[in-house]
């Protein structure tokens, strides 16, 4: 059984743990390899390496530190074949998404070789007599990556490229369940000419991010994951003194007003709530219609595209889903089901009963594609984020009735709504309190130059990720004020100065 690493100084690093833990091909149902645990002495070993190769790496010019991520932008482009087949043995999700995840990742290396235009300064001359002011951007110092299982590619990107391009180190946690792409990622960052040390991986679990967040040589954690966890490393990271982004988890809702067009809503429906098996932060897991009406013909529409899903190994080209991550996981997902209908919902799919058996992948980790239908706000189904192929419909008489719906939920992560009408969307873009808004867009997830987040429990924190908002949070703002003897003698000065 093939051992993941960590990975320090541009080479893989065994560390001294004697813990482990298993990584599961869930196509297969079957541990393939597993991934070491790190020991305390592993985090300070790698965070020493990290802090080692700052005070070099931030004076190190920009362009010379964007020219290392354009060429592990062009290794990507090259090898995003292979990462995507790592991503999928490991998560679970179909190549084809894998491989979209891998591009969108890229995006974000795209953005951050921008970084001389965007780490430009500002400057006043004259803002006394005989005084300039400048205000430049400098690194923060070693920033830490704490990410989940279901992006184990474009999330630990939506990071570390513009903490390097800024002049940070970085040491990235992966999840301990999709371990692999973070060492293709370090590999291919050293063959483009990083530095040793300037990027590291340290693998673990609980113990290894408690390490992180104590260390005192860590200045910044930025974390994606469930929102329990979110919390929790947010509130310890800031009483260490470190600056903390943490993302959670979602719950997201479509709208569908009566105008909308049903045939745009369904299709754009099956690939938000079902793709990647629901494991994306930004699925819809709930589809709010507009009136009986509307919730009639979309639940009758609904049901024979989502027993027409085609489930099966993410290596299969027609497979519309793979597995869902663990068996744990899909034990969870089936909880909710359960509860959904104990709770007097109405289970109009029923995942639960896939029983398509594949040669080969009996074990694997399959659920079907659920609809729930009849779900109130107080079923534990809506409160609670599920994390799978599970759509439940709520459904609502009127425009406020539907807004109203979603401020009453705790995540505000990302929504959308479907409408003809303009006024509708504009007002719903403008009114709604959640981060990421969609018209007619199922999943709106902004483009790397832009920057991603949500509102409310769905993030810990002021910074959203990338775009500007992840040059600010990898940057400290410096303020200098200058003025030089030219013969102008002042006398000592008591009070404030004004000019
Ligand atoms: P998770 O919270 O279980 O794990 C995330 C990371 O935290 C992993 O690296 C894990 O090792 C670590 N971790 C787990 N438990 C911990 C604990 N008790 N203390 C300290 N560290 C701990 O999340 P997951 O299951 O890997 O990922 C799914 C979750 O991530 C969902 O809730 C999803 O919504 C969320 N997510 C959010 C976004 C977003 O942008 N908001 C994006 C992707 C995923």
Request: charged fraction near 20%.
């Amino acid at each position: 059984m093939s051992k993941i690493t960590h990975y320090m100084n541009n080479s893989p690093f065994l560390g001294n743990g004697e813990r482990s833990h298993p990584v599961f091909n869930p196509a297969i149902g079957v541990a393939e390899k597993s991934v070491v645990l790190s020991t305390e002495d592993d985090v300070n070993k790698i965070v020493a390496a990290a802090k080692a190769a700052w005070p070099i790496w931030s004076k190190t010019t920009v362009l010379r530190r964007v020219r290392v991520l354009d060429k592990f932008k062009s290794i990507l482009w090259d090898r995003a074949d292979q990462l995507a087949k790592i991503i999928s043995s490991e998560h679970g999700k179909t190549y084809d998404d894998a491989f979209g995840e891998v591009i969108r990742g890229i995006e974000v290396v795209e953005f951050a070789v921008g970084a001389p235009t965007y780490m430009k300064g500002e400057f006043s001359e004259n803002i006394g007599n005989g005084v300039d002011s400048h205000m430049i951007r400098q690194s923060l110092g070693v920033c830490a990556g704490i990410t989940p299982f279901n992006f184990p590619c474009m999330v630990p990107m939506w990071m570390f490229p513009i903490a390097l391009a800024t002049g940070n180190t970085f040491v990235l946690k992966p999840s301990e369940i999709a371990p692999s792409a973070s060492l293709l990622m370090a590999e291919w960052l050293a063959e483009a000419g990083l530095p040793a040390g300037v990027f590291n991986v340290v693998q673990g679990d609980k113990i290894t991010v408690d390490d992180l967040l104590n260390h005192p040589d860590i200045k910044a954690i930025s974390f994606v994951g469930s929102t329990p966890v979110a919390q929790y490393i947010y509130n310890t990271g800031i009483q260490n003194g470190k600056r903390v982004q943490a993302l959670g988890g979602a719950k997201n809702h479509m709208v569908i007003m009566p105008d909308a067009d049903l045939e745009m809503v369904i299709s754009s429906l099956m690939g938000a709530a079902y793709g990647s098996a629901g494991e994306r932060c930004m699925a819809i897991s709930v589809a709010v219609p507009v009136t009986d009406v509307i919730a009639d013909s979309l639940v009758e529409r609904l049901i024979p595209k989502i027993k027409a899903l085609k489930i099966g190994p993410p290596t299969n080209q027609e497979s519309d889903m793979g597995p869902l991550v663990t068996e744990h996981h899909r034990n969870k997902v089936h909880g909710y089901i359960d509860s959904a209908k104990k709770d007097g919902a109405k289970i109009v799919v029923d995942g639960r009963l896939f029983n398509q058996k594949i040669e080969g992948y009996e074990k694997g980790f399959y659920t079907g594609g659920t609809l729930i239908d009849h779900v109130t706000p107080d079923m534990r189904a809506y409160k609670d984020e599920i994390f799978g192929p599970v759509l439940s419909i709520i459904r609502r008489n009127s425009y406020q009735e539907a807004i109203d719906l979603i401020h009453g939920h705790k995540y505000a992560n990302g929504t959308a709504i479907f409408t003809r009408d303009g006024d509708t969307g504009r007002n719903f873009s403008q009114d709604i309190e959640v981060g990421m808004v969609g018209i007619n867009v199922p999943i709106p997830v902004p483009m790397a130059f832009h920057s991603f987040g949500g509102w409310k429990s769905s993030i810990w924190g002021d910074h959203h990720m990338h775009g500007m908002e992840g040059v600010r949070f990898y940057t400290r703002i410096k303020t200098t004020t200058t003025r030089w003897p030219t013969g102008i003698r002042e006398d000592s000065q008591f009070s404030m100065p004004t000019m």
